[in-house]
């Protein structure tokens, strides 16, 4: 008897144990959290989806929620520069996991000094890294949940891995010699890595950076000499920053492309899929002349 009402504790305490609080502060590191989390956990993301994460400025009420989480999801590569601080200042005792820890080979910008792109969530096998090592780091705080967390990590898993292979055979409609990307900001290397774009961006890895008219001459001359049909603005920024490109160029406007992480709920862009399908779809009928 004893070892019974012992065994009904245990399952209560388990069954009603609190969800685990973890804080994003990026979109798509918000999204693996709540796809591998489920019930188990309650996520909240300081940086909303469609917005600018270079322009992260914390308030109290994000070292508030920082002080009081159990897991801290960054991206790192100084995409956050204040998170440091905000963290000291937040006196929290929670895990702090940093996608810069986890990415091979971060690529590194040679228009802003070799420093490390932060833009990681714009290549699917990342996300796949990155989501695994959110699954591990839930099951060692959660134990009691492991398994459930294990198969929601291997679900999602499972279907980025459907995701990369559509991208692949979307990307192959294109000839190589089309795959060149020109666009507002320096935000799809990852991406160009992966499917063999040749990227020129107007700007450099940070999109508040004002254009250089040499550079702006450069490139208008470099869309010229290939015959690139289109270039891209992002969700974040006015597409009249590249209006001047447009005119004198020749090129038209492909699309608006999310740059920074998912866009909105109720956009086309609210997923990682739908992300991916959003921004090839829009890359890949743009530079195939339909």
Request: glycine share 6%.
């Amino acid at each position: 008897m004893k070892s019974l009402i012992l065994l009904v504790l245990f399952a209560g305490s388990t069954a009603f144990a609190r969800p685990l609080r973890v804080v994003a502060l990026h979109s798509v590191l918000a999204e693996c959290a709540s796809r591998i989390g489920g019930d188990e956990v309650r996520v909240s993301c300081l940086v909303p989806a469609g917005s600018d994460p270079h322009t992260f400025n914390p308030s109290p009420e994000d070292a508030a929620s920082i002080a009081n989480a159990d897991l801290v999801l960054v991206s790192g590569f100084d995409l956050e520069p204040s998170f440091e601080r905000l963290v000291a200042n937040s006196g929290t005792r929670a895990a702090i996991l940093r996608a810069s820890d986890l990415i091979p080979n971060p690529i590194r910008s040679a228009a802003d000094g070799g420093i490390e792109d932060p833009h990681w969530w714009n290549s699917i096998g990342n996300i796949r890294i990155v989501a695994a090592a959110i699954g591990v780091e839930l099951a060692r705080l959660r134990p009691a949940d492991a398994p459930a967390f294990r198969q929601r990590q291997a679900a999602y898993d499972a279907s980025l891995a459907s995701l990369a292979a559509w991208a692949q055979r979307e990307v192959n409609r294109l000839p190589a010699s089309r795959r060149i990307l020109v666009t507002n900001h320096d935000a799809f290397a990852y991406l160009a890595r992966d499917y063999g774009f040749r990227i020129q961006p107007l700007l450099g890895l940070n999109p508040a950076a004002e254009p250089n008219p040499r550079e702006l001459a450069r490139l208008i001359d470099f869309i010229r000499a290939h015959q690139v049909r289109a270039v891209f603005a992002d969700n974040t920024e006015n597409p009249h920053l590249l209006s001047t490109m447009l005119q004198e160029s020749g090129a038209k406007l492909g699309g608006v492309l999310y740059a920074d992480g998912l866009g909105p709920v109720g956009s086309d862009a609210s997923t990682v899929e739908q992300l991916f399908h959003h921004n090839l779809t829009t890359i890949v009928d743009a530079l195939d002349g339909k």
